[in-house]
């Protein structure tokens, strides 16, 4: 069974920056595609940034392009989510994903497993 265990989330300016950690284990962490969705309050969850397995291809939503870099370090079995320029609107709970069967794509279309969340709150 995967699990993922999230770190990193706190209480941030508008305009700074923080970095999410996602540390996978349970499975071969270099065979999973992995990712981060975010549901702030009142909202759905929705996808915030994905990478594929192998590492080569990711995928953001249109609302963190720009501003968030997703990586994955696959000697630490950990994906990162360093989010810059960070706006009130980014602020929700920031859950780790992963999906549920290996090779996958960097658009995470089938969660098998999910993080606890770690909260990121932007405000001055």
């Known amino acids: 069974q995967v699990q993922l265990v999230e770190s990193g989330g706190g209480l941030v300016q508008p305009g700074g920056s923080l970095r999410l950690s996602c540390a996978f284990s349970?499975?071969?962490?270099?065979?999973?595609?992995t990712g981060w969705f975010r549901q702030a309050p009142g909202k759905e969850r929705e996808f915030a940034a994905g990478i594929s397995w192998i590492g080569t291809t990711t995928a953001y939503a249109d609302s963190v392009k720009g501003r968030f870099t997703i990586s994955r370090d696959n000697a630490k079995d950990t994906v990162y989510l360093q989010m810059n320029s960070l706006k009130p609107e980014d602020t929700a709970v920031y859950y780790c994903?992963?999906?549920?069967?290996?090779?996958?794509?960097?658009?995470?279309?089938?969660?098998?497993?999910w993080g606890q969340g770690t909260q990121v709150t932007v405000s001055s």
């Open positions: 349970g499975r071969t962490f270099a065979n999973y595609a």
């Open positions: 994903a992963a999906d549920q069967s290996p090779y996958g794509g960097s658009r995470l279309n089938n969660v098998g497993f």
